[in-house]
């Protein structure tokens, strides 16, 4: 594997609370993403990073914020859960974007 | 906008059955394609690509070829196995480096 690794695997939590959501490389890879993946959705771009401090929206970011404070973190912050952010979300890392991604094994969070 | 269209699942078949899954594409510019597959529990792991028109990936005995007349990167694979069940998903990126686009994913199930 490519040294990704995201934490909790699994998460419950309560509508209204923030949740954050931590996905880390030992790959030393510039780029990072955090995707949401739904039945009927396939996957859907949160946020992504392409470099320390530099990061930017994707398609379904609201409700979302992110922080990249060092090469090998990025961290996914629900600011106040809700139902529909039910999901199971992915960290991605790429150095190059031919070589494709590589994902990590998903966070599944349940919003109650 | 860009998007991937995959054709619907689940899809069932018998061991040493020819399987092809049909992705098809819509993209402003000039997409690489990819294919990725996860299995239960687990992240996507890239299976093949293809970075121009005619070219061909391949990888563990699945094939796919760009095809832009057709805007189409169908994936095969001429006898499958037990262990191929899983979920494939069609992606593109324009090469900005910034955002794939997934498909819906498409189920894989072979009975022996």
């Known amino acids: 594997d490519a040294g990704i690794t995201q934490s909790p695997r699994h998460k419950v939590t309560e509508t209204g609370t923030p949740v954050t959501l931590r996905c880390h490389q030992t790959?030393?890879?510039?780029?990072m993403y955090w995707y949401r993946q739904d039945p009927g959705h396939g996957l859907r771009l949160i946020h992504y990073?392409?470099?320390?401090?530099?990061?930017d929206k994707g398609e379904v970011s609201d409700g979302y914020s992110v922080s990249r404070s060092k090469t090998e973190d990025f961290l996914l912050t629900l600011e106040s859960a809700t139902s529909s952010q039910t999901s199971v979300y992915f960290c991605?890392?790429?150095?190059?974007?031919?070589?494709?991604?590589?994902f990590g094994s998903g966070t599944r969070l349940t919003v109650v | 906008g860009d998007s991937v269209t995959q054709m619907e699942g689940p899809v069932t078949l018998s061991e040493e059955a020819f399987l092809t899954i049909n992705c098809t594409y819509t993209?402003?510019?000039?997409?690489?394609l990819f294919w990725y597959v996860q299995y239960p529990g687990e992240g996507l792991q890239l299976l093949l690509k293809a970075t121009k028109a005619d070219d061909k990936g391949s990888n563990k005995g699945f094939e796919a070829t760009y095809r832009k007349e057709t805007t189409s990167f169908h994936l095969e694979k001429g006898s499958v196995q037990v262990s191929d069940s899983a979920v494939y998903f069609c992606a593109l990126t324009l090469n900005t480096g910034n955002q794939f686009y997934f498909g819906t994913g498409t189920s894989l199930t072979v009975i022996p």
């Open positions: 990073s392409y470099g320390v401090k530099d990061t």
């Open positions: 993209a402003t510019g000039y997409p690489s």
């Open positions: 991605a890392i790429s150095e190059r974007w031919e070589e494709g991604y590589t």
């Open positions: 790959e030393n890879h510039r780029y």
